[in-house]
């Protein structure tokens, strides 16, 4: 499996981005897909997931302006971020996981598979 993240870029406080994620491979309706972030000296944490039953979990600091989106067909995870702060400023990272049901993918220590990263700036 492999994960290809886009979408990230520089915005001012207030603006909007969309993510994509992109999965080669086999991503089976049985697998979690999520996005995480990390900023500079902080730990990574989960943002937004899709678990396999279609289900969504947020972050508190995210709910009502992200939100998280999967395409089966085209094997794609999306993260829409309205009302964007300087404090998301972050390496944004798409990850999955097997294990579809039970936060697998909000989790950082659990997903097998992770992409390299896009980098979201809010000034």
């Known amino acids: 499996v492999q994960l290809v993240e886009s979408g990230g870029g520089s915005v001012q406080a207030g603006g909007s981005l969309r993510l994509s994620c992109k999965a080669s491979g086999y991503i089976g309706s049985s697998y979690c897909m999520g996005w995480f972030r990390q900023a500079p000296g902080m730990a990574r944490e989960g943002v937004a997931a899709?678990?396999?039953?279609?289900?969504?979990v947020y972050a508190d600091s995210v709910k009502g302006r992200f939100t998280v989106s999967k395409d089966n067909a085209v094997n794609t995870l999306f993260l829409e971020m309205k009302s964007l702060k300087p404090e998301d400023t972050a390496m944004y990272y798409c990850?999955?996981?097997?294990?579809?049901?039970?936060?697998?993918?909000?989790?950082?220590?659990?997903?097998?598979?992770w992409g390299q990263g896009t980098q979201v700036t809010v000034s």
């Open positions: 899709v678990e396999a039953d279609g289900s969504t």
């Open positions: 990850a999955a996981d097997s294990k579809g049901i039970g936060g697998y993918c909000y989790i950082p220590s659990y997903p097998n598979y």
